[in-house]
């Protein structure tokens, strides 16, 4: 499936490959979906590499009876939760050949999740889970608060402070104020950096020619 993605070729949409979502792209996939189920993420139980919530893989199906089926309200809550915590939401999305969304919005972190760790093995880490969008930093609206650098699983922001974090208040002072660095090479698109931001100083952009499901579901 990483092969087929890297030469661009015709993805099997009866296939589930896992894809950044936003906040509330992921939303909008609960709304679209019969049923859910709560399991736990399989990914940090084996992994054990972080203390991020166990309970926030959100499954269309209980083949497995692992899970319990909740309401949307509840998936929702789970979904906002998760990302305040810091974990990406990922869509492993499938389309059966009647028009059934499969597969699950799971909430992942960049220290357990096997799709990541794959990703990185295989070099492919913008391809699996695909990435769709792109961080833009506005630096007029920054106050340069370091949130978004302490979000980003991927280290793409940092932050400059060429005087040891000193921040100049009076019009006076020649200290040079500390600056967020961007890095679009390191961004995978996830979000978790404009939904942390309380100004509003970051926005994520569509990318052009992604092989993407989710843009072809018309939610």
């Given at each position: 499936?990483?092969t087929d993605?890297?030469?661009?070729?015709f993805?099997?949409?009866?296939q589930?490959?896992?894809e950044?979502?936003?906040?509330n792209e992921?939303?909008?996939?609960?709304?679209?979906?019969?049923h859910?189920?709560l399991?736990p993420c399989n990914?940090?139980?084996?992994?054990?590499?972080c203390?991020?919530?166990i309970?926030?893989?959100?499954r269309?199906?209980?083949?497995?009876?692992?899970?319990w089926?909740?309401s949307?309200t509840r998936?929702?809550?789970?979904?906002?939760?998760?990302?305040?915590?810091g974990?990406m939401?990922?869509?492993?999305?499938?389309?059966s050949v009647?028009?059934k969304?499969?597969?699950?919005i799971c909430n992942?972190?960049?220290?357990c999740?096997?799709p990541?760790?794959?990703a990185?093995?295989l070099?492919?880490?913008?391809?699996?889970?695909?990435?769709?969008?792109?961080?833009?930093?506005?630096?007029e609206q920054?106050t340069?608060?370091?949130?978004?650098?302490?979000?980003?699983?991927f280290?793409?922001?940092s932050?400059?402070?060429?005087?040891d974090g000193?921040t100049s208040?009076s019009?006076?002072d020649t200290?040079?104020?500390?600056?967020?660095?961007?890095?679009?090479?390191?961004?995978?698109g996830c979000?978790l950096?404009?939904?942390?931001?309380?100004?509003?100083?970051?926005?994520m952009?569509?990318?052009?020619?992604v092989?993407?499901?989710y843009?072809n579901?018309?939610?």
């Open positions: 499936m990483v993605l890297r030469v661009g070729n993805r099997d949409t009866t589930r490959w896992p950044y979502l936003l906040l992921a939303e909008l996939v609960i709304e679209a979906v019969n859910i189920y399991w990914c940090r139980l084996m992994m054990g590499a203390r991020k919530p309970y926030t893989c959100l269309f199906s209980n083949n497995r009876d692992i899970g089926e909740i949307k998936a929702r809550e789970i979904l906002k939760r998760s990302n305040q915590k974990l939401q990922s869509g492993e999305l499938s389309v009647d028009g969304i499969g597969g699950a992942c972190c960049a220290d999740c096997c990541h760790i794959l990185k093995d070099a492919a880490e913008k391809l699996w889970p695909l990435t769709r969008y792109v961080a833009s930093l506005d630096a920054c340069t608060c370091g949130r978004c650098v302490r979000r980003c699983p280290d793409a922001f932050i400059d402070s060429p005087d000193y208040v019009s006076e200290h040079q104020k500390p600056i967020i660095s961007f890095n679009a090479h390191r961004c995978r979000g950096c404009s939904t942390g931001c309380r100004e509003r100083a970051i926005t952009i569509k990318l052009d020619d092989n993407s499901l843009d579901l018309n939610l």
